[in-house]
């Protein structure tokens, strides 16, 4: 066998759950239990890169905002001088959190609100903060790279205090408009600068805001998402952790018991049932649980098979190899002629015996690939007895056929229609009326019986012989059984006869029983019942 197909399977006590089977299924149920869940909290989890464009809404935000507060100052600002000017700047920067600087057309520097009173922020140094705030910056920074942003500049105040020094500047004086960008501080919260023109004399308002909110803001969502979807993700490995194991470990218990079946380690191995679990997987192991009890009867039916066979075989072999062994030394022809008949009669004893051996062990294997059609077992029936006398195989007993009401009275209707193989059941009524012939005193009757209730056909075949021990009624469907009358040839019947019909019976969901006659009188009933066919189907 082929490496790629051969099951990996070491010992009934430390077996191999896996196959090599050449499968992509290589990953066991728990992990991808495991697998499923996570992989659905992970598409979640990719909601985290959506707060990018929160962000972004909130700088667009303070844009318009520091793009107004910047022009009302700067109107504020050019309808003043001097002191007042420095006095307004002062105040709107303590009041606004702001840093405002103005220069004049020439690009000097003339007020900074930072010196006019206290600064109304103060940019934080990386250095003193705790470790956690580091944490937050490196995921600012990879989500960035993840998700393709440009890089931000850092913001470092310029040594040289001159417009120059500011492109932001340079861009609204010469296209007389407010110019808007936004750099990184050192702790990585946004500078958002504003730049605009003031009054026509050609002086120009810087302002700055440090707007650590919006940072604070973006990382506080994503903390909460993330400790979210974090809860979220360990109830969900619970979850699944305990799904695994109320699914895996009864499929492996499962798994070890076939395996043990299969290797024939033990015969008594106990496949779980499983009673407990009302869902599929205790459906499951029932099923496999009756499975491999009907397997090992099946093998105990066939080992049994087989010795029978040997012990029927052995007998006329043996007669056969004596007859011919004997016939070397004698030299009377009447004697010789003797043995070749007992040779013969062995011969054909054996070739008996094959032919019914061979039918008996193809038989199931044939009806579960055959179609069932609907078969009128009155008409069958009458056919077959026809085809009977015109043989003259009854043994000079009339056959007579009956039709009877559920009640026992005579009836000529009814549906005796069944699902099954025509041939097959031919052939139980056959060995039917064998049997009956074998054991019925010449010139008696031989009665079929035809019924139909609770929508099963019943044929019964009764005989005026002996009749069966009630000991031995089941013992008659056993392969090689044999009870046969005294008078009866050695070596006519296989013992196999009602073996055959009770397992063609059985094959068309029927029942074949042996019982009493029904109105007392000495002899045997063989009892067939039938599904009666269903017109809907």
Known sequence: MAE???????????????????????????????????????????????????RRELLAERYRLAKSEAEITADALSGESGQRRRELIARIGSKQDL??????????????????????????????????????????????????????????????????????????????????SHQAAPDRTPIIIAATPVGSEGAALLVTRNARDITENVRMARQTLAIVIGGALGVSILLSLFLARTIVEPLRKLVRAAVRVRLGRDRSVIVPRLPDRRDEIGLLARAISDMSGALRQRIDAVESFAADVA?????????????????????????????????????????????????????DAQLSRTTFEPVDMARLVHALVAERDQRGVNGGCPVVIVRENPDGGKDDGGDLVVPGDAARLERVLHNLLDNAVSFSPGGSPIEITLSRADERVKIAVSDHGPGIPEAARERIFERFHSLRPSREEFGKHSGLGLAITRTIVEAHFGKLVATDRTDRAPGARLMVSLPAWQSDR
């Open 4 to 54: 790629s197909t051969r099951p990996a399977v070491r010992d009934d006590r430390g077996l191999r759950l896996t196959t090599r089977l050449g499968l992509p299924w290589r990953v066991s149920l728990t992990a991808r239990i495991l697998a499923v869940n996570i992989i659905a909290l992970a598409l979640i989890a990719g909601s985290l890169f959506y707060i990018d464009s929160y």
């Open 99 to 180: 840093r405002l600087r103005l220069f004049d057309p020439r690009g000097r520097l003339v007020a900074d609100s930072f010196e006019l009173g206290p600064p109304s922020y103060t940019l934080v140094d990386p250095a003193t903060e705790p470790w956690y705030q580091d944490a937050a910056r490196i995921l600012d920074r990879g989500m960035d790279l993840v998700l393709g942003a440009p890089e931000i500049p850092a913001y470092r105040d310029p040594p040289d205090a001159t417009a120059k020094a500011w492109p932001e500047l340079a861009s609204a004086i010469a296209e007389r408009r407010t110019w808007i």
């Open 311 to 363: 012990h029927e075989l052995k007998n006329p072999l043996t007669s056969l190899r004596s007859a011919l062994e004997s016939l070397d030394r004698v030299d009377e022809p009447d004697l010789r002629r003797q043995l070749i008949g007992i040779a013969k009669d062995d011969v054909r004893r054996i070739d008996f015996l094959v032919t019914e051996i061979a039918d008996a062990s193809r038989i």
